[in-house]
């Protein structure tokens, strides 16, 4: 079932940065041996290689002046949305967003830097305070009024069950299941929704399981305790390339929709210049390896763009 809502950026932005990221490991005593090693790989962040990726001169003449002469790309984010963007255990910025951004600055021939923010507040401060927003904004109408923005992903909501199903769950089917989320998230909020529509047909209600953080949801899928895991597509699948095996995608993507590079609206030189970057690194297969480290290969775009349509 494919839904044609509008997408949202869907984590509470203020939740607390180690609950956020899935930092703190669960407590619930009812967490099994496989729900322990999920929880255990949930941390093992990978280290992706990109010494491989060289500057390319005809794309790095693209760069505006100021931002060649200083030599370093400055990004604003926040850092609470693993795996896109989150703080590593040695509380550096790690995560595929800040991945692709090094990358990108290795093909503009600058190094990078990622200052943590508000997630409300990095569009504001873009062409002042940040060169660019590389914080999984997804792209709408609403922040094409106010910046440019590149296209580098694609996410939408997405599942995962224990492995083997061995509940027989459905995403088209969810009334009376357990659906495990993270608290105050878009998926909580249509959740809601759809637990009303199951009433309103006679049908029992969705059985909300809310945690602090999508790790403790994934958690208590993979032991037991959830029937399904309902989160965002790189959530999801950050979840099952850490479940080792524990984990398996179910159904299909809803309301997907494009994350773009937030660039300031007179800034056209340096919109051209990332979008050519990432160009190359979709076509040089780096894009695909980065994500794939990741576990969100399937996010990928083939091709990069300055203010698509949403």
């Not at 999984?136 to 069950?161: D, K």
Request: with cysteine; proline share 5%; net charge negative.
């Amino acid at each position: 079932m494919t839904s044609h809502r509008p997408r949202r950026r869907s984590l509470l932005r203020a939740a607390p940065l180690a609950l956020a990221t899935g930092l703190l490991a669960p407590t619930l005593a009812s967490c099994t041996r496989a729900s322990e090693r999920l929880d255990a790989e949930s941390n093992a962040a990978p280290v992706v290689d990109l010494s491989s990726i060289a500057e390319v001169p005809e794309i790095a003449e693209l760069v505006p002046q100021a931002i060649r002469e200083r030599g370093e790309l400055i990004n604003g984010a926040a850092l609470n949305y693993a795996p896109g963007e989150f703080v590593g255990s040695s509380g550096e910025a790690i995560g595929y967003d800040i991945d692709i951004l090094a990358a990108v600055g290795a093909v503009l021939g600058l190094s990078t830097r990622t200052e943590a923010a508000v997630f409300a507040q990095i569009i504001p401060a873009v062409g002042s305070t940040y060169d660019v927003g590389i914080s999984s904004f997804t792209i709408n109408a609403e922040r094409l009024e106010a910046v440019t923005m590149v296209s580098y992903f694609q996410a939408g909501i997405s599942y995962a069950v224990k492995a083997g199903n061995p509940y027989d769950i459905h995403p088209d089917d969810l009334c009376g299941k357990r659906v495990a989320l993270q608290v105050g998230t878009y998926q909580e909020e249509l959740s809601i929704e759809r637990s009303q529509e199951c009433r309103d047909a006679g049908e029992p209600a969705y059985d909300l399981l809310a945690y602090t953080s999508n790790s403790d949801a994934a958690t208590n899928v993979a032991g037991g305790k959830g029937d399904i895991l309902m989160a965002d597509s790189p959530v999801t699948a950050y979840a099952i390339a850490r479940s080792r095996g524990t984990l398996e995608a179910i159904g299909e993507i809803e309301e997907s929709a494009l994350n773009g590079i937030v660039v300031a609206k007179d800034q056209p030189e340096l919109a051209e210049a990332l979008r050519a970057a990432l160009q190359h690194l979709i076509d040089s297969g780096h894009m695909e390896r980065i994500l794939a480290a990741w576990g969100n290969d399937a996010g990928m775009i083939p091709t990069a763009e300055v203010n698509p349509q949403p």
